[in-house]
């Protein structure tokens, strides 16, 4: 609790006289403010509750409309008030009152005959803090929630081990395996180290065990066989988390599908083995070349003779259209070109 803030405190007890010795115990501690709202039944309690939200709830279980229980358990149902700390007060103990208390989420349980200053300031002050704990823990829960609905791949707490068991696993998994993250967690259904490649299995296993010797992150390429039967290609980063001690606890990361890329890759290594074929078959074409000077038939690489046309036509895209020139028109047409 702060002491700079003043602290509102809704007070619901038919008992004017109960209501009085309430804020009279914890007006006794001057080192915190509050500001008190009273109400004598659960109707009034609701309708101080719309008007103004309070920091903790001090609720007799006997009301004149309803019991504190029954009452504390529709704060609970409602979105608006489930987080506000109730504590609730009986006139005698009971083990029934207590068990139904716990199980609605009150906060703390005290019978009025052994109810003093201290007891109450300790209890109102434990409510707030750990109702406050609660807020900021489900506040940081929801931006780490939101931070890894919007990272394009798994998020993941696995234990250290070969089997690589899932304590976390968020749901971008399934796009990429196919299965929902639950049948991992715990190896519940399957294992995730289960859906690595065959063929990767081995390798993942060396470079696993590099990784984890060193206390620097890592990071490992592989195939997995998803539910389809498709095989995919993931790039997973790991980062270790140590205690105090130095221990390894776990490892937290990130499981990427990267099968797009690695068909790019596969396709840019094609056409990169493709032009380089092409350029050697054109350096080929560039360098000398064994023509017989008599029949000018050229020898190719393995020693055979081939017709120009043919030897061209293999190392190139080139396609041949035949007629005749001048000179050789009159040599073997000398009736009709001589004239």
């Known amino acids: 609790m702060n002491k700079n803030i003043e602290y509102k405190i809704l007070i619901v007890d038919d008992l004017l006289e109960d209501r009085e010795s309430i804020k009279r115990f914890l007006s006794k501690p001057i080192e ?87 007891t109450l300031t300790r209890s109102v002050r434990y409510a707030i803090d750990e109702a406050h704990s609660d807020l900021a823990f489900r506040d940081s829960e929801r931006r780490y929630r939101t931070l890894v609905a919007n990272i394009p791949g798994a998020v993941y707490r ?61 990071v490992l390429e592989y195939r997995i066989v998803d539910s ?29 599908d990267i099968s797009k890329r690695k068909h790019i890759e596969s396709q840019r290594e094609k056409l990169i083995k ?20 008599s029949c000018k038939k050229i020898r190719d690489d393995k020693g055979f003779w081939k017709s120009v046309e043919y030897y061209i036509k293999e190392r190139s895209d080139v396609e041949f259209t035949h007629s005749m020139c001048p000179d050789c028109n009159k040599k073997y047409y000398p009736e009709i070109f001589n004239k």
């Open 158 to 218: 696995c234990a250290a081990g070969p089997d690589w068991t899932m304590e976390f696993l968020s749901d971008p998994i399934k796009e990429i395996t196919g299965y929902p993250a639950i049948d991992f967690i715990n190896n519940s259904v399957r294992s995730y180290a289960g859906l690595i490649h065959p063929d990767d299995r081995k390798m993942v296993e060396e470079e696993t065990a590099k990784g984890l010797s060193g206390k620097d992150p890592f």
């Open 228 to 256: 389809s039967g498709d095989i995919r290609f993931v790039h997973k980063k790991a980062q270790k988390m140590f205690n105090e001690q130095g221990e390894l606890l776990w490892l937290d990361g990130v499981i990427f």
């Open 274 to 293: 493709d032009l380089e074929k092409a350029l050697a078959t054109i350096k080929t074409l560039k360098g000398f070349i064994p023509i017989c000077a």
């Open 32 to 118: 915190f403010k509050y500001h008190f709202l009273e109400a004598e039944t659960g109707e009034q309690a609701l309708e101080a509750l719309n008007n103004c939200k309070p920091d903790c709830i001090i609720l007799d279980y006997m009301l004149p409309d309803v019991d504190g229980v029954n009452f504390a358990k529709q704060m609970n149902d409602d979105p608006r008030f489930n987080d506000i700390p109730i504590i609730i007060l009986t006139g005698r103990g009971s083990e029934e009152i207590a068990s139904r208390s716990i199980k609605v989420g009150i906060k703390d349980y005290i019978i009025k005959d052994n109810m003093n200053s201290e």
